[in-house]
């Protein structure tokens, strides 16, 4: 439904050169995705897993087209097989393509918030019944977002969602400042959406959540692909994991053993060559650091990694 092959964002902007000063401000670009690649099939969820900075929201603003203006996208984005240019995105967003936004700003502040879920097709009798799955009130309907709980504008904008039958589904961090009762149900709700033929794109920072829900897991590190497995892999305490930092980030969950690796992400100005995990890579020899590694099978999944095998 979804394929997203080498993406690459960079960000045009303007530095002083210290050492000549006199000389102003000059203009360099920014990469913060390499070479990012996903796939979300029909009736799947894609988890996309990775550390604050890895690209995660990037990617999801990349494939709706609202990146700022001095973004640089390229790369390949294909919705059902074509190609998603900025008129067919026009076409497509809120309607077959929605997206759970990970700021409850995105939520109009002067409208209320019932007439925000009905939308342009939806019905009032839909909406409370979405707004009921999720634990609202019928007074909810009238209430402007100012006047909601960190809890309740995250439980509208999961509505506004899954109003309009979306066949495609982006959600950016759906489930902070939710119980557990309720992530779990808003999760489930995505799985049911999937099931009945969806697409998922699952952003995440709750990998336990991610593990018991989706089919299959990206995982990102410093705006690029570094694996991407089956859901089951990391459920089984990640042996059968490709890369080096998925095993890692794998160890790192609580219930298995809450293991750190030392360092840290590299800053988008300033990463090394080769793999971005490299330096701090336990299995990292030369033909890491040379250059770019493209993404290759391995046993079922596909890894960013001259080691894996």
Same mark, same amino acid.
């Given at each position: 439904?979804?394929?997203?092959?080498?993406?690459?964002?960079?960000?045009?902007?303007?530095?002083?050169?210290?050492?000549?000063?006199?000389?102003?401000?000059?203009?360099?670009?920014?990469?913060?995705?390499?070479?990012?690649?996903?796939?979300?099939?029909?009736?799947?969820?894609?988890?996309?897993?990775?550390?604050?900075?890895?690209?995660?929201?990037?990617?999801?603003?990349?494939?709706?087209?609202?990146?700022?203006?001095?973004?640089?996208?390229?790369?390949?984005?294909?919705?059902?097989?074509?190609?998603?240019? #900025?008129?067919?995105?026009?076409?497509?967003?809120?309607?077959?393509?929605?997206?759970?936004?990970?700021?409850?700003?995105?939520?109009?502040?002067?409208?209320?918030?019932?007439?925000?879920?009905?939308?342009?097709?939806?019905?009032?009798?839909?909406?409370?019944?979405? =707004?009921?799955?999720?634990?609202?009130?019928?007074?909810?309907?009238?209430?402007?977002?100012?006047?909601?709980?960190?809890?309740?504008?995250?439980?509208?904008?999961?509505?506004?969602?899954?109003?309009?039958?979306?066949?495609?589904?982006?959600?950016?961090?759906?489930?902070?400042?939710?119980?557990?009762?309720?992530?779990?149900?808003?999760?489930?709700?995505?799985?049911?959406?999937?099931?009945?033929?969806?697409?998922?794109?699952?952003?995440?920072?709750?990998?336990?959540?991610?593990?018991?829900?989706?089919?299959?897991?990206?995982? =990102?590190?410093?705006?690029? #692909?570094?694996?991407?497995?089956?859901?089951?892999?990391?459920?089984?305490?990640?042996?059968?994991?490709?890369?080096?930092?998925?095993?890692?980030?794998?160890?790192?969950?609580?219930?298995?053993?809450?293991?750190?690796?030392?360092?840290?992400?590299?800053?988008?100005?300033?990463?090394?060559?080769?793999?971005?995990?490299?330096?701090?890579?336990?299995?990292?020899?030369?033909?890491?650091?040379?250059?770019?590694?493209?993404?290759?099978?391995?046993?079922?999944?596909?890894?960013?990694?001259?080691?894996?095998?």
């Amino acid at each position: 439904m979804l394929e997203i092959k080498e993406l690459s964002v960079s960000f045009k902007r303007y530095e002083t050169d210290a050492s000549a000063f006199a000389a102003g401000l000059k203009q360099k670009d920014l990469h913060v995705i390499n070479n990012l690649s996903v796939l979300v099939r029909k009736g799947e969820i894609t988890a996309i897993a990775g550390s604050s900075g890895s690209g995660k929201s990037l990617l999801a603003h990349a494939i709706l087209g609202i990146l700022p203006a001095n973004a640089n996208v390229s790369g390949d984005m294909l919705y059902c097989g074509q190609v998603l240019t #900025t008129e067919k995105l026009k076409a497509l967003r809120g309607r077959e393509i929605a997206l759970v936004p990970q700021s409850v700003a995105w939520l109009d502040p002067l409208m209320r918030v019932g007439k925000q879920v009905v939308g342009i097709n939806g019905t009032v009798e839909k909406q409370r019944a979405v =707004f009921s799955r999720y634990g609202l009130d019928v007074s909810v309907d009238r209430l402007y977002p100012f006047q909601l709980s960190g809890g309740m504008a995250r439980r509208v904008l999961l509505s506004t969602a899954v109003m309009e039958g979306a066949k495609l589904i982006i959600a950016d961090e759906p489930t902070p400042g939710l119980s557990v009762d309720l992530a779990r149900r808003a999760m489930g709700h995505f799985r049911e959406l999937a099931d009945a033929g969806a697409g998922v794109l699952l952003i995440t920072h709750d990998i336990d959540l991610a593990m018991e829900f989706a089919d299959y897991i990206a995982v =990102f590190y410093a705006g690029s #692909t570094l694996e991407i497995a089956p859901a089951r892999e990391f459920r089984e305490g990640g042996g059968a994991l490709r890369h080096p930092y998925s095993k890692a980030l794998c160890a790192a969950i609580p219930q298995n053993g809450f293991v750190p690796i030392a360092g840290t992400q590299p800053y988008s100005g300033a990463m090394p060559e080769g793999c971005p995990f490299a330096p701090r890579c336990p299995q990292k020899n030369a033909a890491c650091e040379r250059s770019a590694i493209p993404m290759r099978e391995v046993r079922g999944g596909e890894v960013r990694c001259v080691c894996a095998a």
